[in-house]
């Protein structure tokens, strides 16, 4: 009888820790399965300096730089396509001057790809791309604040076209070549547009100097595009990113290439705060340069553009 009672007792005590062992290891699947990647970043870089009975003399300043990059991607078996919106607004204010303004740049990156479903190992996808750039605020020559030369949308350049990509993401590299690429230049504010700026046609002036025939505020041009990217962690905690446009137009001086050259090391000190160094090169035919000779600016050549940047500011990434 004993022996019944025991063994009644073990059959229970294995089952119940059988039954615990089936509860442990169950599993519940996802809902739905998601082939979008999202990331969002945003970040301040802040440089300041005080002078209080500072013999050698100096002006109290400080320099605000406000980012914000917002990276969708949807990949899923011959898709691949990767939206990227990049926001830039800076300003210095130093004592005995107004403020300003040092970055300003709003860029929206779309490029959809496909390829066919027997290249799936293959890394070259048909694709499509379109680019837009424009600003948050007028640009100035200073000190001279009351003659803008540039704005929103003055000028704003779209790139629209088609053509083939090669991403290899084991290596951060992306390379975009199109054949047939519109570029259209917008110079929405018609003062600027009068003048010819950034490569409209201007305004046809009579001898007194009065608008006749206002300046024509788009320019269309169809020519040869090729990007490329490279994004790679070099060393622990420094990011590479490196940016490059190249276009050519078919109709207007065929083999003058304008020039868009980026590139950034973004430092971690860890979770909220980064340093970065960077560089962006500029070279536009239709961007004409001004001089100051005498007492006069006068419009010269188009010339290199160049912006050094170096900060160290808070960032925050969800």
Known sequence: MKFRIVLLALITISFSLKTKAQVLITTTLPDSVTYWERTNAVGLDISEIAFVNWNVGGNNSVTLLGKGNFVRKYNKKSVNWVNELI???????????????????????????????????????????????????????????????????????LFLGIGSEYIRKDLGLTAYFSPLTDKTTLVLNQYLADKGSFGVEPAVLDEEGNVIIPGKRTRTELGI??????????????????????????????????VDFQFSLDMTVNQYVKANIGAHMIYDDDIKASEERGDEVVTVGPKVQLKQMLGVGLSYTF
């Open 225 to 258: 595009l090729l990007t490329n990217q490279f994004k790679k962690q070099v060393f622990k905690n420094i990011v590479l990113d490196q940016r490059m446009t190249l276009y050519t137009d078919y109709l207007n001086n065929f083999g003058n290439i304008d």
């Open 87 to 157: 926001l830039k607004y800076g300003f210095t204010s130093q004592e005995g001057q107004q403020s300003r303004k040092t970055d300003d740049q709003i860029q929206f990156n779309s490029t959809f790809g496909y390829k066919r479903k027997k290249d799936t190992i293959s890394s070259w996808y048909y694709s499509a791309k379109f680019t837009f750039n424009t600003q948050f605020a007028n640009g100035y020559n200073y000190p001279n604040k009351e003659d803008e030369i540039s704005g929103p949308f003055a000028p704003a350049y």
